[in-house]
C-alpha cells in the first residue's frame, strides 16, 4: 500500500464514518523496520492508545485519553505499522450493526454505488470499513459474539478471531471478558497471517494470556502434525440449521463444502455438538452480565456526564 494521504483519508471518512479519530501526523516513515514494515493500520476505538481519545463510541468516554498503549498497538507500531486511526463500533462493543455510535453510523463501502447505502455490520465496522475502503492494510477488532467475523462477512474481506489467550488483551476495554478476544480484519489470509504472527505473544499484563509453556507444547504438537502425511480434517456441526438460510446461500455453502472436500489436502468430517443448542441462551447470559458489571468500573463511573439536579425550591 502506498503513502497514505490525509486528504483522502478524510474525504473517505466523511462518505462512510470510518473513523472516530484521525492520526494527523501520520508519518510513513521510511526508517521503519521489521515484518510489518510498510503497512497502514487502523485501531478498533475500545483499544487503548496514547494519541488518540480511547470512546468506545460512547459519549460516556469522549474525552477519555489513556495514558499508555495497549500491548497490541505497541507490537504493530515496534514491527513497523504506522496506525491511521481509531475506527467507530458500536456502544462499548454491544450491536452487529455499528449503527449504535455516539459518532452516528458507518456505511458499508462496497455499496457506495448504489442506491441505497447498507449497514457494515458489527461491532467492529469501522475497522471492517478502513480495511474495505482501502486506507488501512489491515485493521483491528474485537470478537464476543462475531463482532469481527459479522463485519468481514458483510465487507467481503477476512475477519479472524483467534483462539481466546492468543492475543493479548491489556488495554482493551472489556464488553465480556470471559468472551472477549481481540480480531484481526484484513483483505487477504496473508496478511491476516502476517498480523497474526506479530500479535501471537505471551503477555504477563494480561491474565488470561496463554502461557509460553503451553504455547511450546501446542508448536510441538503442530510440528508433529505437519509431518503426518493425511489430509486436514474440517469438522462441520451437524446441529447447524440449513433450512432458515435462502437458496441462494444455501447453495453457496454445499458448494464449498463439496469444493473443500474434493481437494488432496481437506476432508470434510460431519461432527455432533449437543450442546451447541445451549450456546446461544448462555452467552445471552453471560455477556449482558459481565457487561454490565464492567461498565459500573471506576474509570468510567469517574467519566459519567452528572447532570445536576433541580432545586425545584428556586424553580418555583
Known amino acids: ?21 484521525i492520526r494527523e501526523n501520520i508519518d510513513h516513515a521510511k526508517n521503519k523496520t521489521g515484518p510489518l514494515s510498510g503497512t497502514f493500520c487502523a485501531i478498533k476505538d475500545n ?3 496514547i494519541e488518540e481519545p480511547t470512546t468506545c463510541a460512547s459519549k460516556i468516554l469522549s474525552t477519555y485519553t489513556s495514558p499508555f498503549n495497549a500491548t497490541v498497538v505497541d507490537l504493530l507500531e515496534n514491527s513497523g505499522s504506522t496506525v491511521v486511526g481509531k475506527t467507530n463500533l458500536d456502544e462499548f462493543g454491544m450491536g452487529n450493526s455499528t449503527t449504535n455510535s455516539y459518532f452516528g453510523s458507518t456505511l458499508n463501502p ?9 449497514i ?22 474485537t470478537d464476543t459474539g462475531g463482532s469481527v467475523r459479522l463485519p ?17 488483551r491489556w488495554g482493551v476495554i472489556a ?3 470471559s468472551l472477549d478476544t481481540v480480531g484481526i480484519l484484513a483483505k487477504d489470509v496473508m496478511t491476516t497471517r502476517k498480523v497474526y504472527d506479530v500479535l501471537n505473544q505471551y503477555d504477563d499484563k494480561d491474565p488470561t494470556s496463554l502461557s509460553n509453556e503451553l504455547r511450546s507444547q501446542f508448536a510441538k504438537i503442530k510440528k508433529t502434525e505437519d509431518k503426518i502425511d493425511k489430509k486436514i480434517r474440517i469438522g462441520v456441526p451437524m446441529e447447524c440449521n440449513l433450512q432458515d438460510l435462502s437458496e441462494k446461500v444455501k447453495k453457496s455453502w454445499l458448494d464449498l463444502l463439496k469444493t473443500v472436500n474434493n481437494s488432496d489436502k481437506y476432508e470434510i468430517m460431519p461432527v455432533s455438538i449437543p450442546s451447541i443448542k445451549s450456546s446461544l441462551p448462555a452467552y445471552y447470559i453471560l455477556a449482558p452480565s459481565e457487561a454490565s458489571s464492567n461498565l459500573m468500573t471506576k474509570l468510567l ?16
Do not use: W
Request: hydrophobic share 40%; no cysteine; aromatic share 8%.
Open 120 to 141: 457494515v455490520g458489527g461491532s467492529s465496522g469501522g475497522s471492517a470499513a478502513a480495511v474495505a475502503s482501502g486506507v488501512s492494510d489491515f485493521a483491528l477488532g
Open 47 to 49: 483499544i487503548a492508545t
Open 1 to 21: 500500500m502506498g503513502k497514505v494521504n490525509i486528504g483522502t483519508l478524510k474525504a473517505i471518512n466523511k462518505k462512510f464514518n470510518i473513523f472516530t479519530s
Open 301 to 316: 463511573i469517574k467519566s459519567l456526564h452528572r447532570q445536576e439536579p433541580l432545586d425545584l425550591e428556586k424553580k418555583l
Open 175 to 177: 464488553y465480556a471478558q
Open 110 to 118: 462496497i455499496y457506495e454505488n448504489d442506491k441505497e447505502m447498507r
Open 152 to 168: 468481514a462477512a458483510y465487507t467481503g474481506i477476512v475477519g479472524f478471531k483467534p483462539s481466546y489467550g492468543r492475543i493479548s
